[in-house]
């Protein structure tokens, strides 16, 4: 059991009928409905509660953090960046989704502009697992495929991935590495590409799989401070 907090945009569905009537309770409720189910302990946060919801005593019982944004990246406050960034090195696990790939706190962890090419004609995904054996496709087959998404491709300006577990390929004929693994000091990073937010694409049972495998991947491990600077003696 993972100590999970789902952080949601949550404008879109406040904004956007068509989003509301998928999501009437936000894309945040439904992530961490079938984490619960998993049998997580999660709370939920969004951008319009004071600190974004991610005060320091949030974030020090946090073991491992989503994050799904698009609309308003530049709204969320640089000190709960700086906040977030620190977590991560210490050993929280980031679990960052879709349009979060322009997030801050991902670009300020990938050190590159995490742009990419996208189109929206709800053409059909097919997700490759390319690391079969990799905890985040457990129970996954060759393939899953979601019928109509939006489509990201390459380049996609990220730093070389540690692990790549998925590379897409859409209907229109493009490619992109769909999960990406990284690590910063303790902290796993996994970044998962589906998740546009006019189609249901969290209700499909393999990309909530996916999410619940890359929690239990992403979750620390030891969480003890590390020892920095001068070390006056030899060890013996
Ligand atoms: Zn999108």
Redesign the pocket.
Known sequence: MTRITVWGEYRHEQHNPKVAEIYPDGMHNVIARFLRDAGHTVQTATLDEPEHGLTETVLAETEVLTWWG?LAHDEVDDAIVDRVHKRVLEGMGLIVL??GHFSKIFRRLMGTTCDLK?REKDEKERIWVVEPGHPIAEGLGSYFEIPQT?MYGERFDIPAPETLVFISWFEGGEVFRSGCCYTRGKGKIFYFRP???TLPIYYQAEVQRVIANAVRWAAPVDTSPVTFGNVPEFMT
Do not use: A, K, R, Y
Request: hydrophobic residues 10%; proline residues 0%.
């Open positions: 698009h879709h349009s996208w939006e998740g546009h937010e």
